[in-house]
């Protein structure tokens, strides 16, 4: 059963896709190293949902999606029902139930010499992991403590809290704190 299914295409219309099985006692996946450039400078927008896409949320993800891609001027290789239907290829691959599915659009890479992110070949790609869980399920049951964080968010006014983007320093920093 894949643990990680990946689908990406880039503007020039090259397909890549990868089933990914970590080894059991490897929790780490690795994506293409290609990509790292992608995800290093952290530009681009994601969105998660339940595979289930249970109560109809799937087309509220994708709507909420595409305003974040819009306002990051991200433009996919795929159209709006070509990722509903790679979310759900990948949910059937990946034969997982207790699971989320994710789709990223980053900015891509610019062309060798540039820094301009009107440049860049923005790219695409659509997951499902197993739940991670912060908690196991005893201590679901049983409750947490919780720490409120010093640190604050990004400022409305430097990042429109709407979009979902693929930024998590300061949560990353408030973890740490706590």
Request: hydrophobic share 35%; aromatic share 8%; net charge negative.
């Amino acid at each position: 059963m894949p643990a990680f299914y990946v689908r990406h295409r880039s503007s020039s219309g090259i397909d890549a896709t990868a089933v990914l099985e970590p080894e059991p006692d490897d929790e780490r996946l690795t994506l293409d190293p290609s990509a790292a450039p992608d995800f290093l400078a952290r530009i681009g927008s994601d969105e998660l949902l339940h595979v289930d896409f249970h109560c109809g949320t799937l087309p509220r993800h994708l709507d909420r999606f595409e305003r974040s891609m819009e306002r990051l001027l991200l433009s996919p290789p795929y159209g709006r029902n070509e990722i509903r239907d790679i979310l759900i290829e990948c949910v059937r691959l990946s034969g997982l139930r207790d699971a989320y599915a994710e789709v990223i659009c980053t900015r891509g890479i610019p062309r060798p010499g540039s820094r301009d992110p009107r440049d860049c070949d923005n790219r695409f790609y659509a997951f499902v992991v197993p739940f991670i869980w912060i908690a196991d399920p005893e201590k679901q049951e049983q409750g947490l403590h919780a720490v409120i964080g010093s640190k604050q968010r990004i400022a409305p006014d430097s990042v429109d809290p709407t979009v979902k983007k693929y930024h998590w320093l300061d949560l990353q920093i408030g973890l740490l704190d706590s």
